[in-house]
């Protein structure tokens, strides 16, 4: 009897340890910041460079003093189900930082930017259209020459006001290496405030498509909380208790899950009226699908931006919403585009790469694999979100579609024939050909896709197999430009085609490429299109257009890369407790249903601020 | 072994109600495995039917959320399991037998350093290092998954006979042909090994189990082969795509249960061996 | 006693030192390159991304020659530090081990131990008990030859989804913060009991099961025969049958522990539950080899405490390793 007792006794310290364990209830933090002398803002980028170098060995002592204070509103443990809002879908993993700067984990605190830390423009690609936020206006007042205007009335969750040195401070901390708009560096020139609320930008070479996708990327920081801090700790600190101007409060977080808190404060509700209806996020992420799937059917969360398998039919009966009522369901996300390793035989033939796009059975992707959920790219690659940059003529002239008989007949023509009769086809200098296409063990869609490639290949005569090597080894095979052919979709919704041509085109071609042109596809007369279409203004709709025609016939003449089909931004929501949700119905928002990392700020923000509670 | 003692070790086999069902369950998913393949026209993972239907006269355990079939999955899933069972089995008992069998009969430091090791290798949690073993590979097949699964199983199966060469060892039959001047391979397999046999037939089968097992969770966790079909396989994709929510049992049960129903008839059969081979324990 | 300890210890110290070599050598000699992975989530521009690979490379001290990087590593180790994760990065490893680590033990501890306690007990019972033995044989093979996951996504899915009385995932729900209330408590109970289930059940049938058979060899032998024979009572008899028989399943518990971890493992894996099974399962997803060294390091670490534990209860158990005779080897 008293060992039972002791078992449970024991049992009970144990499950007291872990509440205690957990992080506690936040106290207000007052972060008192203990200046150290800081490098002058204004040195040149090289000595900045190097002083990455001597800054790594240095262990520094943390130089913040935070003291606590007890917060005056008791920390609610128990949230209410009508003032809370459940998300899921944006975490992949757990939370590690707050940090604006670090931009390959925000993912996993996808609020950070957006909801803590907000951007000067917010980005609308169902209208394509600029909305200014933090700043009130922005214009070119010449060709070199940038003039920002920035709110009066916008305050610092901390009482603060924003103004326009922390813009400037902001933009400046892009001279440290490790920032992310670092590059922008070479053609901005200078970021100087001309008043409290106005920031003056002068350009050696301006590049207004980046620029206009930086202004509502670049999340402010306000300068009284960050000058103190080290370059190391500015870029990879993991900056715990963000303090931002946006319309949530960080509040806690634990392994699967991010909890914001309503910002009472905010400053648009009074200069603009507007005020999101959940007084509390939860963010949570789903370790599987089928957990995510679960919640959602049962409306314990309400909005998931899940991936899930088999939603359409749940849709149609009516047990989630989805923002299309019929296929695809979602919006388009981003271009899944298969790569072809143009370095290498036979993928350095047009005629062969030509083939292969009209070989490859997309019908079935879309409609088996995916069940309907996403559909065929336009044989451009962009967005339907920028539809009007698509060179409908030349489409209609180039384009490609699956057509089995096509593909046969252009390898015949172009001197593919199987000698050997196995069933394939051997190059015109009779080597044999057996290619790979590869993605990531795991990531299960899309290892139905390249079964689908590889299969509809085989049909046409081309001897392709499907391969998952795993993450690490697919990684390094992109990279180094080892591999035959793959899938990527590194673009995403963006104001301009530019972000698809420099996934695409990207270049100079080096040793390694990280971040685009895996393919390692050497055409310097496109590379001076994608320079050239960068230095276009955003205003000059036509000028874009036409350079956009001239990639279009390069691209869908030499086919380098295989557009396949639209990632959805994968949406489903429950009416339960929130409602009002944006669909393509006219009396309903239409901003983006998405809690994305970066969809914050293209409309995710003010879905929040429409959402209506259920009665 | 007389050919008496052989019989009648037969006739105990066909007496003991465990080996008869143990064995029967365990015969049934090997003649499925031979001819399952034949009762299907389907490739594992080609799109054959409509999706996420229930078993029919047609597709016997239903189809995949894209339409799939589960049967031919299934009986293809069998077969790498036995394949693993006996490749990793099989190496697991060898190294076992090996490793046991020298340390047990050479004694001594060999013993010691052989003891030592064998000890730190059953510590360190086997599934960690597959883990990390599996990690290395970027693309796996069975045969690769086997051999890591056989060469990190040995060290109980090399404990375990170890002890019994111990016993053997200093019996005086042993002696007596040591010291008939033969030679020490010989005595171990004219004199040790047939006296294991039955002994060792078990450490196999429980290696089977445990390698078909440690199959499954690797690949469950998808760091199983890359390239092939597996019950373990199966059970991961079912749960990826969402098959509890969907209400597709057909796809998870069957090759759950199917490894239980190996696994736990190996071992029912086991138990009966070990009544057989050990007259004491009949009486029960 | 002085003896066997001294054994135990070298092979304890022996094992150690392997392990954190082969703990060393991951990140070293695996495929891929964890910097270029990690850096390769944010889209940089080539300059940019050049210079950041230097940084973290430096960072992580992956730029020194290897044998400096081992010593390193082990004089890190001993001041408890085990790196940067590069998955949730900035964060330290120890920091994500040390939260992971409560529910761990909260699963295992009580996990391993009932199952092992229940078991042994429902063996011994069994093997004097007709019907029992009848019933509970053929159960506790099926139990401990069904795979973990497979009877964790059993139970998720008969009590979670079709009956929907548990939770299936997670650890506490998600409208609650931690806190000391009832309320908490009851979700984390909750949260934890079909994950315990499943590993209960499967140890239970296989504790069971050795013990029931360990029983039946010790009633068989010769001393039993020979006890009955002087008309000793048959509940003595039992009573030394079975203190013969929890011998080997201490040792067996000992040697058990790592396929438990196992089967933590990929439980935790189905019920998204955050102990370290489920950690290192993310790690590997992610390439992030340091967080899984320190997972690593911290399952041997875990295994090799349990089995030091056991040993001790082994020498309060057995006189004989009390009085200097070694009790192992046979």
Redesign the interface.
């Known amino acids: 009897m008293s060992k039972r007792v002791v ?1 449970v006794m024991s ?1 009970f310290v ?10 506690s ?1 936040t106290p207000q933090i007052v972060e008192k910041v203990v200046t150290k002398e800081v490098e002058k803002t204004v040195i040149a980028t090289v000595e900045v ?1 190097k002083k ?2 001597e800054t ?2 240095v262990e520094k002592p943390v130089e913040v003093v935070v003291t606590a204070t007890p917060s005056a509103e008791e ?5 209410k ?1 009508n003032e ?1 809002l ?1 998300t899921s879908g944006a975490a992949w ?2 939370p ?2 707050w940090n604006p700067f ?4 925000k993912a996993n605190t996808s609020g950070t930017i957006g909801l803590v830390y907000e951007t000067l423009f917010l980005y609308d690609p169902l209208a394509d259209k600029m909305i200014p936020w933090l700043a009130e206006s922005g214009t070119w007042s010449d060709a070199n020459t940038y003039d920002l205007k920035l709110r009066q009335g916008i305050t610092w969750s901390d009482g603060q006001p924003l103004t326009a040195a922390d813009v400037v401070f902001t933009f400046e901390l892009g001279k440290y ?2 920032i ?1 708009f ?2 922008m560096w070479k053609w901005l020139n200078s970021a100087t405030a001309l008043s409290d609320y106005e920031v003056q930008f002068k350009f050696t070479n301006p590049l207004y498509q980046e620029w206009d996708n930086n202004l509502y990327n670049i999340a402010i920081v306000p300068k009284h909380l960050w000058e103190g801090r080290t370059e190391e700790e500015v ?4 900056n715990e208790n963000p303090i931002g101007s946006g319309a949530y409060l960080y509040e ?1 977080h ?4 991010n ?1 914001w808190v309503r910002n009472e404060n905010w400053w648009a509700t009074k200069l603009l009226n507007l005020k999101p209806a959940p007084k509390r996020i ?1 963010d ?1 992420r ?6 995510a ?2 919640a959602v ?1 049962k409306g ?1 969360v309400d909005l998931s931006n899940n991936f ?3 939603i359409a039919t749940l849709a149609e009966k009516g047990y989630v919403q989805t923002y299309f009522a019929g296929p695809p369901y979602m919006l388009s996300a981003n271009t899944a585009v298969l790569f072809l390793n143009t370095t290498k035989k036979p993928m350095d033939d047009p005629a062969f790469r030509k083939a292969l796009a009209f070989a490859i059975n997309t019908p ?1 992707i879309v409609n ?2 995916y ?1 309907n959920l996403v559909k065929a790219a336009n044989p451009t690659g962009l967005l339907p979100s920028l539809e009007k940059y698509v060179d409908q003529d030349v489409v209609a002239r180039l384009g490609f579609s699956y057509d089995p008989a096509k593909a046969k007949k252009i390898l015949a023509d172009a001197g593919y024939k199987d000698v050997n009769g196995d069933g394939f086809v051997e190059a015109p200098d009779g080597s044999a050909i057996a290619l790979k296409v590869t993605c990531p ?2 990531w ?1 869609d899309w290892m ?1 896709a390249i ?1 689908i490639i590889a299969t509809s290949a085989q049909a046409a005569g081309i001897n392709i197999q499907d ?7 697919w ?2 095979a ?2 180094t430009g080892t591999f035959d052919m793959t899938l990527n979709n ?1 673009a995403g919704m963006s104001n301009t085609p530019w972000t698809l041509y420099n996934l695409l085109f ?1 270049h ?1 071609i ?1 040793e ?1 490429m ?3 042109n895996f393919g390692r596809y050497d055409n310097q007369q496109i590379f001076d299109l994608v320079d050239q279409l960068a230095a276009t203004p955003s205003s000059d709709e036509a000028g874009m257009k036409a350079i956009c025609s001239k990639i279009q016939e390069l691209m869908l003449t030499e086919m380098p890369v295989i557009p396949l089909w639209y990632n959805g931004l994968w949406a489903q929501y429950s009416n339960l407790v929130w409602t009002n949700w944006p669909t393509e119905a006219a009396d309903t928002p239409n901003t983006l249903p998405s809690t994305w990392s970066g969809y914050w700020q293209m409309g995710g923000l003010l879905t929040l601020t429409t959402l209506k509670p259920v009665e | 072994m007389d050919l008496q003692v052989r019989s009648e070790t037969l006739y105990f086999a066909w007496r003991n109600t465990k080996l008869r069902v143990g064995l029967s369950v365990v015969l049934f998913f090997v003649a499925l495995t031979f001819i399952g393949p034949l009762l299907t026209d389907y490739a594992p ?1 080609d ?1 054959v039917g409509p ?2 239907q229930p078993p029919s006269p047609e597709y016997w355990f239903g189809t995949t ?3 799939q079939d589960v049967f031919t999955q299934f009986v293809m899933g069998l077969k790498a399991t036995f394949q693993v069972g006996i490749i990793g089995g099989g190496l697991g008992t060898l190294l076992g037998i090996l490793i046991g069998f020298t340390a047990g009969y050479r004694g001594g430091l060999v013993d010691e350093i052989l003891n030592i090791f064998t000890n730190i290798v059953l510590v360190i949690p086997t599934l960690a290092i597959l883990l990390i073993i599996a ?1 290395y590979l ?2 796996r097949g069975i045969l690769t998954e086997s051999v890591f699964i056989g060469c990190t199983a040995w060290p109980w199966a090399a404990r375990a006979i170890r002890a019994q060469t111990f016993s053997l060892r200093t019996r005086e039959f042993v002696d007596l042909a040591r010291l008939s001047g033969m030679n020490v391979w010989r005595i171990i397999m004219t004199e040790i090994a047939p006296n294991m046999m039955s002994y060792l037939l078990l450490v196999f089968i429980l290696q089977f189990g445990g390698a078909v097992l440690i199959a499954a969770t690797l690949d469950f966790i ?1 760091l199983g082969p ?2 092939a079909v597996s019950l373990g396989l199966m059970m991961n ?1 079912a ?8 209400g597709m049992w057909w796809w998870f049960i069957p090759p759950g249960l199917a490894i239980m129903a190996i696994v736990g008839a190996l071992y029912v059969t086991n138990v009966g061996l070990d009544e057989v081979f050990s007259p004491k324990l009949r009486e029960m | 006693m002085r003896r066997y300890f001294g054994r135990k210890l070298l092979i304890y110290v022996l094992t150690f030192f392997l392990a954190v070599t082969i703990d060393w050598l991951i990140p070293r000699f ?5 910097v ?14 050049e ?2 690979y ?2 973290y490379v ?2 992580f001290g992956l730029d020194v020659p290897l044998w400096q990087q081992y010593l390193n590593f082990w004089n890190a180790l001993f001041h408890g530090d085990l790196g940067t ?1 590069v ?5 330290p490893v120890v920091k ?1 081990i040390m ?2 680590v ?2 761990d ?2 699963l295992l ?2 996990a391993i131990l009932l199952s092992w306690f229940a078991g042994n007990h429902f063996g011994a019972i069994a093997a004097r008990t007709r019907w029992l033995d009848n019933t509970l044989l053929p159960v506790g093979y099926i139990l401990t030859a069904t795979p973990y996951m497979w009877l964790g996504i059993l139970l998720a899915w008969v009590f ?2 079709v009956l929907g009385i548990f939770p ?4 506490y729900s ?8 009832g ?3 009851a979700s ?2 909750k949260h934890w009991f079909l994950p315990f289930a499943s590993i209960f059940l499967v140890k239970f049938g296989g504790w069971a099961i050795g013990m029931r058979n360990m029983i039946i060899y010790e009633l068989e032998s010769d001393y039993a025969h020979y006890l009955e024979a002087l008309g000793t009572p048959r509940k003595l008899i039992r009573k030394y049958a079975f203190r013969n028989a929890i011998l080997p399943q201490i040792t067996g518990l000992a040697l058990d522990l790592g396929v438990i971890v196992a089967g933590a493992l990929v439980t935790e ?1 189905v019920f ?1 539950y ?1 102990g370290i099974g ?1 950690l290192i399962l ?1 790690a590997i ?3 992030d080899y340091f967080l899984i060294q320190g997972c690593f390091l911290f399952i041997i670490i875990g295994v090799l405490l349990a089995n030091f534990a056991i040993d001790i209860a082994y020498v309060i158990v057995d006189p004989r390793t009390r009085l200097g005779m070694t009790g192992e080897g046979a």
């Not at chain 1, 789903?286 to 957990?291: A, E, G, H, P, R």
């Not at chain 2, 749960?239 to 969907?246: D, E, H």
């Not at chain 3, 695996?30 to 964890?34: K, L, S």
């Not at chain 3, 270029?36 to 991304?49: I, P, V």
């Open positions: 078992s049992l144990i499950l007291s340890l872990l509440a205690a364990c957990a992080p209830p460079e990455v170098v790594v060995e920390a609610e443990v128990a949230y189900r809370t459940y993993g757990p590690s930082d670090i931009t390959w984990s290496a490790g992310w670092n590059p870029t990879s600190g993991a806690t634990s392994e699967d899950r909890v939860v949570i789903f370790s599987s699908n089928n957990v799937l679960g059917i314990e899930l398998p088999g079935d088996v694999a069940a063990f795991g299960t139905e079964r391969e998952t090597p795993d993450y690490g080894a990684n390094t992109l990279t590194w990207r100079p080096v390694v990280g971040s685009g | 993972y799109y999706a996420a959320i894209f339409g990690a970027e693309v998808g890359t390239n994709n749960v990826l795509w969402g098959a509890l929510l969907l | 695996m495929p891929g390159d964890p270029q992975t990690m850096l390769s989530r944010a889209a940089l521009h080539a300059e940019a991304r210079v950041m230097g940084y430096r960072a994760s998955y949730l990065f900035p964060q994500v939260r992971a409560p529910y033990i909260l501890l009580p979670g989804i299936i995932a997670g650890a998600f409208e609650l913060r931690p806190h000391l209330s309320a908490f408590l984390l109970l894996v998204s955050p489920y993310q997803q992610n390439q």
